[in-house]
T-cell receptor
Framework: AQTVTQSQPEMSVQEAETVTLSCTYD???????LFWYKQPPSRQMILVIR??????QNATENRFSVNFQKAAKSFSLKISDSQLGDAAMYFC????????????FGEGTQLTVNP | NAGVTQTPKFQVLKTGQSMTLQCAQD?????MSWYRQDPGMGLRLIHY???????DQGEVPNGYNVSRSTTEDFPLRLLSAAPSQTSVYFC???????????FGSGTRLTVV
């Protein structure tokens, strides 16, 4: 079974600074997808970024980017120019290519942004 | 578009009661899923569907039933509520394999 590990239960960053959230996963598959979701205090789950494993280029969405290291099975999220609105729980998630779109989530990292 | 709509937002049940959590999406998405979120455990898949008439079990299916008679609706039924089912429940939908999911706003369920 696939597992997703987020080793940092809590992180903090100063406003305008950069922070990196870590995620590792375990799989024997070669084709899969990786995601980062954000859950603010409102409880809503919001898709931040998506990576296809067959693409070597790291995905980027505005201030959010990933460092995808397929051989190391690592998928970290970098948030640049952190804003107060970035404060949330962040979940890393894995989806196998032939899994019926089933997501496996990590336990989450609570990010605090200090003014 | 309303996206993914879950009702109710909050519910308190007594042990042994049954109920249905409603989920509807208006995006014509083929894939739909139910997850539960417990503190310190992330989200875990309960049941999922890859299209109308097709459902399958996820990681934690015991005590729950689903059906998918239409593309739009994917209700989750608790057969006989137990305190261990106290959780936040999320419904989500996706247009195709590999796409990101759109989540509903969740239902906080407490079983006493």
């Amino acid at each position: 079974a696939q597992t997703v590990t987020q080793s940092q239960p809590e992180m903090s960053v100063q406003e305008a600074e950069t922070v990196t959230l870590s995620c590792t996963y375990d799989t024997s598959e070669s084709d899969y997808y990786l995601f980062w979701y954000k859950q603010p205090p409102s409880r809503q789950m919001i898709l931040v970024i998506r990576q296809e494993a067959y693409k070597q280029q790291n995905a980027t969405e505005n201030r959010f980017s990933v460092n995808f290291q397929k051989a190391a099975k690592s998928f970290s999220l970098k948030i640049s120019d952190s804003q107060l609105g970035d404060a949330a729980m962040y979940f890393c998630a894995y989806m196998r290519e032939t899994s019926g779109s089933r997501l496996t989530f990590g336990e989450g990292t609570q990010l605090t942004v200090n003014p | 578009n309303a996206g993914v709509t879950q009702t109710p937002k909050f519910q308190v049940l007594k042990t042994g009661q049954s109920m249905t959590l409603q989920c509807a999406q208006d995006m014509n998405h083929e894939y739909m899923s139910w997850y539960r979120q417990d503190p310190g455990m992330g989200l875990r898949l309960i049941h999922y569907s890859v299209g109308a008439g097709i459902t399958d079990q996820g990681e934690v299916p015991n005590g729950y039933n689903v059906s998918r008679s239409t593309t739009e609706d994917f209700p989750l039924r608790l057969l006989s509520a137990a305190p261990s089912q106290t959780s936040v429940y999320f419904c989500a939908s996706s247009p195709r394999q590999g796409s990101g999911y759109t989540f509903g706003s969740g239902t906080r369920l407490t079983v006493v």
